[in-house]
């Protein structure tokens, strides 16, 4: 690899944030359109939930063969075709004319973004060490912070002027160009980032044993644990706040995704950027890593405030209360994506991500659109469902969480010993 010009690195960053703000931004259209679409098919919550499971299990599913690929491949080559898989899939969803056409477009998505997001993470942890990685990890997450709060907001708004599908629409031109700045990016070596050991162009082969090594890591079996408690929590919140908002509050759905997106937005980029700040800085003073930790104040903060704020029985104390706790819970996304590369080889990285959203997302989001939705039905009232549901998956979160803090440190230095000896990959 030709040498990189100085601050090419945050060029990187600067095009993977652009990405990753429409990949949520086309995700989060959705939900704030729900209201729209339901009344146009004739749909129950539980059906209108189940558009998001299908993009959220085929998304989980396809993160393996592309997760593969791209420790074995290209990783921008990766990036780019995902980018554009998922902006042409947006535009078939507003041209769709049944449900079941709506199913297939928002499942197709899941294709595209599940290629993206493997590669992404490995592919910045070699252009940032391990002193700057979770900072790095975390501005990369503000791009998800401002594609829900646009999708939210943008998506809300265009539909209540344009219709709903013109919010689709819009996003299709500026992920095709973003699509094109993906192919074009310089591709580092694996390991380039790292304080010792080789630098090599691609993992060797990657099998079903692979998968079994990364999951005897303890620091990324609680890892993932407390992340597929926690992805029920955000993926069924951010999916039905608008609606519960609408509701509740009787908003209109212009101000219920402007206010769901706003309030997102301030706590997602509030919670990502201090988290990783948070962690490197610990990590620094105590020597030691300390990114699990972070991650289980924020759990046990949002389940209190994410509680308070369900109960309140006005908008102006509900906002400040699930602000919040919004804030808590986006507290572990940089260090939680951080520690997910700090503990495995460098050529086996995006599978490491791939072993994690696969488990996470089918045992976590994948359903929570449609399970609260379900229990929403049951129960006649959508504030009981989220308040019997989302509180205590929290706190199971911080406990599964919990398990892996003995071992952080330790499994971060096994990796890094490993990768300096050039030992075989797992």
Known sequence: MHAMPRGYPRYVLA?????????????YILPAVATKIQGEFHLTDDQVGLLQSAFLLVYA?????????????????VIGIGVTIWSLATIFTGLARSYAQLFAARAVM??????YYPAGTALLGDYFKKERRGRAMSIWAAGTAVGI????AGGGIVAGTLGWRAAFYMTAVP????????FMLREPLRGAAEARGPQVSKAASITWRTFLELLRIPTMRATIAAETALFFVLGGAAFWLPTYLQRRFA????????LAGGVLVVGLLAGSLLGGTIADRLAIRRRMASNLPVGIAGFILGAVFVALALVMPSLVLF???FLLGAASLYLYNGPYTAVKQNVVLPTVRATAVTVALLIEHLLGDSYAPWAIGRVSEALHSLQLA????????LVLAALFATLGLRHEDRDGRAMEARWASAAPIP
């Open 15 to 27: 095009v993977m944030v652009g990405i990753n703000f429409l990949n949520y931004l086309d995700r």
């Open 61 to 77: 599913v396809a993160t393996i063969p592309f997760g593969i690929w791209a420790d074995r491949g290209v990783r921008k080559t």
């Open 110 to 115: 899941g294709i595209g973004e599940a290629s």
């Open 149 to 152: 709060a646009a999708g939210f």
């Open 175 to 182: 992920g095709l160009v973003l699509a094109v700045l993906a």
């Open 251 to 258: 908003l209109e759905i212009g101000p219920a995704g402007t």
């Open 319 to 321: 906002v400040p209360m």
């Open 386 to 393: 989220l308040l019997i549901l989302l509180p205590p998956l």
